[in-house]
């Protein structure tokens, strides 16, 4: 086999005064690199790693700077809303209807080639004093146009559910890493002591594809994890079995206690330890305050009938109540709450938004389920004065073409621009920031990423992104990994 010709760097080398030359350059790189390292000018931001206790790890601690929002609640809609069919207003789609996506006449997507361009299957029309242009396949919620701050110009780094998923909650496609709420529980804790720091409510027909991978800890401590459940099925075993007398009970706790600070002193450095002995003394305090959380017999029927809870559609009721136990956990204090609808086990669309078949039908059956029941959750915040505090997210993993799929009715994914949306502390209200092409295809104009999301909602805690790290196999691991920047125009 003849030799491989050398290239021109290659070359240099053969000669001794060139690489004597070169080499001495390289040592010189080398040397300013160390220099500027050593008086700050190149190195990163030095990391803010949380002083947290293995005892209490829940302990409110502070922001790096003053926050805007002490708590965050993400509505998180699985399976990939279309933003054209409810966000993202496109007049050029509605007239191009029926032509090739132009430039793209033979586009082949996630599931295959595509069809012509397809119009919204629902009427947009303007909502509010803003005059925004949102569909009327979520009537409720387009009703609070003027409080939301859209971001019509989000992007994905993959157009699979799975990994898509993954970046939404965790900031990375791969499994593996800690989902957002882990991070802000291990940054901040929480105030209320009686209630996990982060709760993950799963929709009422199953979790999304990804599962517990949204609220896991990963190689963060393993107490910072979420805590799964919703109002069909509340924490079990709560509950002191009948024949335990109270007294009993406290003085076997005490001496658990005892017996776990002993242990702990002789592996100071067991971070699954202290995590196992700091759920179960917070399962204790949670015997009578989840228990209370998750009754809803004060509440009067007013708010019941507002969320929907008592509807005749047995899975909107559902998820109203679920809605209702957001409510109720931010009103406690918990740090950070993430409600989903939709699942992923029903199959493709049938129980999630992933319409690639028939569209119009499936999302007819989803909306209602969503669209009341979070609208009330939006308008009881604000009536309680917690979005003072409370930052909401509505998010989706990826959106949607805007043609339709080749012998089907409905649409392929389409990572490359789509909508999600802000309200409540620290944001304005009634803005739009960026936008897509003008088929809804690609975004054109200030163009953001998960990582600026994710860095934004950090901000908006009191926490620098670049700053809030843990250390992991030789790495500074962060939620924005090396990337992001805060989205500084929807700031209020």
Not at 122 to 150: H, T, V, Y
Not at 352 to 373: C, F, M, R
Request: hydrophobic content about 40%.
């Amino acid at each position: 086999m003849p030799d491989q010709p050398l290239s021109n760097a290659g070359r240099w080398l053969l000669n001794r005064r060139d690489f004597l030359r070169h080499g001495g350059t390289g040592l010189g790189g080398i040397a300013l690199a160390t220099l500027l390292a050593e008086q700050r000018l190149l190195a990163a931001k030095e990391p803010i790693r949380p002083d947290w206790s293995p005892q209490q790890p829940n302990a409110p601690r502070p922001p790096h700077f003053a926050p805007k929002a002490k708590n965050v609640l993400v509505i998180f809609c699985s399976g990939a809303l279309s933003h054209l069919d409810t966000w993202d207003y496109k007049p050029e789609l509605i007239r191009r209807h029926g032509e090739p996506l132009p430039g793209n006449e033979k586009l082949i997507t996630f599931q295959g080639e595509q069809g012509a361009l397809t119009r919204p299957l629902w009427e947009f029309r303007p909502r509010g004093q803003s005059g925004k242009m949102i569909s009327n396949l979520l009537p409720n919620l387009a009703e609070l146009a003027d409080d939301l701050c859209f971001i019509h110009s989000m992007t994905a780094k993959s157009n699979t559910h799975g990994p898509a998923e993954n970046q939404m909650s965790t900031g990375f496609t791969l499994d593996g890493f800690p989902s957002m709420g882990a991070w802000a529980s291990y940054a901040l804790g929480t105030e209320n002591q009686n209630l996990p720091a982060f709760v993950a409510i799963p929709d009422p027909r199953g979790v999304p594809q990804m599962g517990p991978n949204h609220w896991n800890s990963a190689f963060l401590p393993a107490v910072f994890q979420g805590l799964a459940f919703n109002a069909d099925q509340p924490i079990p075993n709560l509950a002191t079995p009948k024949g335990i007398t109270p007294r009993a009970e406290r003085s076997t706790r005490d001496f658990l206690r005892f017996l776990n600070d002993k242990h702990l002193e002789q592996h100071p450095g067991d971070t699954e330890l202290s995590a196992r002995i700091a759920s179960y003394e917070l399962a204790a305090r949670m015997q009578l305050s989840a228990a209370e959380v998750g009754d809803f017999t004060k509440e009067s029927p007013a708010t019941l009938a507002s969320y929907g809870v008592g509807d005749t559609n047995p899975l909107k009721s559902r998820f109203a109540k679920n809605c209702l136990l957001a409510r109720r956990l931010v009103e406690r204090g918990v740090r950070f709450v993430q409600l989903f609808n939709g699942s992923y086990a029903m199959g493709e669309g049938v129980g999630n938004w992933d319409g690639h078949k028939t569209l119009k039908e499936q999302y007819s059956v989803h909306a209602p389920i969503l669209d009341q029941p979070a609208a009330a959750l939006l308008r009881d915040l604000k009536a309680r004065g917690l979005m003072e505090s409370t930052l909401v997210a509505f998010v989706t993993e990826f959106g949607r073409m805007p043609t339709f799929q080749k012998g089907a009715q409905g649409r392929d994914h389409n990572p490359h621009g789509f909508t999600v949306w802000l309200t409540g502390a620290g944001v304005k209200r009634g803005f739009s920031h960026g936008a897509t092409d003008d088929f809804g295809h690609k975004a054109v104009t200030d163009a953001c990423t998960i990582y600026d999301l994710h860095a934004t909602l950090l901000h908006l805690l009191g926490l620098d992104h670049e700053r809030l790290t843990f250390y992991h196999n030789g790495t500074e691991r962060r939620l924005t990994d090396v990337h992001g920047e805060v989205i500084t125009p929807i700031l209020a």
